[in-house]
């Protein structure tokens, strides 16, 4: 398998939020992920990065997204004030995040905070990964 990354950097706006929802999605879609899958990458990405934007005192949020063995994962970071925790572990938002994506992981330290998301491939009898795997 050819593992690949894509990184891109957006003004740290909720307007730019769409360009960081369409790439993720066009990304899973050309992996192989199911239509709800891809849709589930997108909605945790989008909620992701509304959550960092809260906390943005920076002009960017950067968005890297890597081909990994069990699928994909998304890296969305963003400079903040603070080493405070991005998201409560008891919020609406972390719930959202939890039935979204397969792992998530926040880290916050030198006003830097990291949301790492990742989406597991579901394997179909059959279909094009199983194939692909013999």
């Given at each position: 398998?050819v593992?690949?990354?894509?990184?891109?950097?957006?003004?740290?706006?909720a307007?730019?939020?769409?360009?960081?929802?369409?790439?993720?999605?066009?990304?899973?879609?050309?992996?192989?992920?199911?239509?709800?899958?891809?849709?589930?990458?997108?909605?945790?990405?989008?909620?992701?990065?509304?959550?960092?934007?809260?906390?943005?005192?920076?002009?960017?949020?950067?968005?890297?997204?890597?081909?990994?063995?069990?699928?994909?994962?998304?890296?969305?970071?963003?400079?903040?004030?603070?080493?405070?925790?991005?998201?409560?572990?008891?919020?609406?938002?972390?719930?959202?995040?939890?039935a979204?994506?397969?792992?998530?992981?926040?880290?916050?330290?030198?006003?830097?905070?990291?949301?790492?998301?990742?989406?597991?491939?579901?394997?179909?009898?059959?279909?094009?990964?199983e194939r692909?795997?013999?």
């Amino acid at each position: 398998m050819v593992f690949d990354t894509v990184s891109l950097t957006i003004p740290a706006t909720a307007g730019h939020l769409a360009i960081l929802r369409t790439t993720v999605g066009g990304f899973a879609a050309r992996d192989q992920f199911t239509l709800d899958q891809v849709d589930d990458l997108r909605m945790a990405v989008e909620e992701a990065a509304v959550q960092l934007l809260r906390q943005s005192r920076g002009q960017r949020l950067n968005m890297d997204i890597e081909t990994t063995d069990l699928g994909v994962e998304v890296r969305l970071l963003a400079q903040v004030d603070g080493d405070d925790p991005i998201i409560d572990e008891g919020s609406f938002s972390w719930t959202i995040l939890r039935a979204l994506a397969d792992d998530i992981h926040v880290e916050s330290k030198a006003q830097r905070a990291t949301i790492t998301l990742s989406k597991h491939r579901l394997t179909i009898p059959g279909g094009s990964a199983e194939r692909d795997s013999r």
